[in-house]
């Protein structure tokens, strides 16, 4: 190795950052050329100078106390400003009259479901990007049905929806929760929906709804399968497919 | 029925928060003595990361696993440069020329029992550049393709500023210690 070649390596070589074979190389140039063996001393000096001067700044007591705030109020949800204690009472107790009073028909998301609701929505999401959406892409309902044969380990109900403004745009294999579900993918207008369905021993159940950041998600069991629903469309117009989905999976 | 506000927040945010303090939050000392060593002074470095904290969080969704503490010292680098830019404090430093020779000068100077407080100050004089590269390198133990991630140059860049970096710290130091014993 020339001293041109060395001097370029140098201070990779102070900081560990060669290879052996080239920190051998250098090594072996250092035994004979002074002049590189002095640079590589003076840049282990600093090195090591600073290294061991602990002149690292330990934060100030204060900061944490500002940091956790500053995450704090990021992480109350955006739009709609927090809703005063009054207010929440108010609306729990017309929520509840509501209710005894049989006017809402369905019942929010149980609590063992709400991870599930999160891991419906993340998939959602990841279907949305590019290339992610269908596995096979269709709106033929004879030729999705079949393309489940053999990747997965039941055979989902598959009908187009097109007479009713919701054409069918497909299917792929996804997983929640570490099953494998199938996921049937729908269009209304400009917005999409994703229908996973799985085996599950679960009672029959009436549909479920929930919207999570923005998200509309509807889930049931039916049949010995859970069914969910996921779209950024509107939840009345999502409880419309949710009622097809239901009705023709019943004949 | 829907989620109130309220729930969405623990349902989802939590879940966020949680990961977040898990990932992000250790890195905090780092964040502050980073930001601390770019502004030069208590008050604004407070600040600094107070507002990298902030956009973190914000930008977490996008982190997708990888090293969080290059992450988070990526977000509070880039805090420090704006900051520096709205204080005219870059306008005023020098331009190192990144594209002069990788070399290290053979006059180097080799130094011997180094006072703190000199050390100190001689990185502090250092260009904004170098001083990162230093202060990320020796203080915070980031490897060259950390370093260069986080400053956004190539690692024969990275290597080039601590090699120059040290030669005038080394240069500094020998000559304070010179002008103290002449």
């Known amino acids: 190795m020339t001293c041109e070649d060395a001097r370029g390596l140098l201070t990779a070589y102070v900081d560990e950052e060669l290879d052996v074979a080239h920190s051998l190389e250098v090594e072996k140039h250092l035994e004979t050329c002074e002049a590189c063996a002095r640079i590589v001393e003076s840049q282990e000096k600093v090195r090591s100078a600073i290294q061991a001067s602990g002149l690292s700044y330990e934060p100030p007591a204060s900061l944490d106390a500002r940091i956790e705030s500053t995450i704090r109020r990021s992480a109350k949800p955006a739009g709609r400003p927090p809703m005063s204690w009054p207010w929440l009472a108010a609306a729990a107790a017309i929520l509840l009259a509501l209710v005894l009073l049989g006017r809402l028909p ?146 | 029925m829907v989620l109130t506000e309220r729930e969405r927040f623990f349902l989802v945010d939590q879940n ?67 900051w520096m830019q709205q204080n005219r404090k870059l306008a005023l430093e020098e331009n190192i020329g990144d594209y002069e020779s990788t070399a290290p000068s053979p006059e180097a100077v080799v130094i011997e029992n180094v006072d703190r407080e000199a050390l100190r100050r001689a990185i502090e004089e250092l260009p904004a550049e170098f001083r990162e590269a230093i202060v990320l390198r020796e203080l915070e133990g980031l490897s060259y393709k950390e370093i260069g991630a986080v400053t956004g140059v190539p690692v024969g860049t990275v290597m080039s500023r601590l090699a120059r970096a040290r030669g005038r710290l080394a240069r500094a130091l020998g000559e304070r210690k010179a002008g103290g014993l002449a």
């Open chain 1, 106 to 251: 369905m019942s929010r998301v149980p609590a063992s479901d709400t991870l599930i609701a999160q891991e419906v929505l993340d998939s959602h999401l990841r279907s949305m990007m590019p290339g992610h959406l269908t596995d096979v892409e269709s709106s033929d309902q004879h030729t999705v049905k079949p393309w489940f044969d053999g990747k997965i380990d039941f055979a989902p109900s598959v009908v187009d929806f097109a007479a009713d403004g919701f054409p069918l745009a497909g299917g792929r294999k996804d997983s929640i929760s570490g099953r494998t579900v199938a996921a049937l993918v729908y269009r209304r207008n400009k917005h999409l929906i994703n229908v996973y369905i799985w085996p599950s021993s679960a009672p029959n159940s009436a549909p479920t709804s929930a919207a999570l950041q923005g998200y509309n998600l509807l889930h049931w069991t039916q049949g010995g399968f859970a069914w969910w629903m996921s779209s950024d469309l509107n939840a009345e117009e999502l409880a419309q497919l949710g009622t097809h989905l239901r009705e023709s999976a019943s004949k």
């Open chain 2, 16 to 82: 966020k928060l949680a990961r977040f303090e898990f990932l992000v939050m250790p890195h905090r000392k780092a964040a502050y003595n980073l930001a601390r060593w770019l502004t030069r002074n208590d008050h604004d470095a407070e600040d600094v990361v107070q507002e990298a904290f902030m956009r973190a969080f914000r930008f977490f969704d996008g982190f997708h696993g990888g090293d969080s503490k290059a992450w988070l010292l990526t977000i509070v680098r880039n805090s420090c440069h704006t």
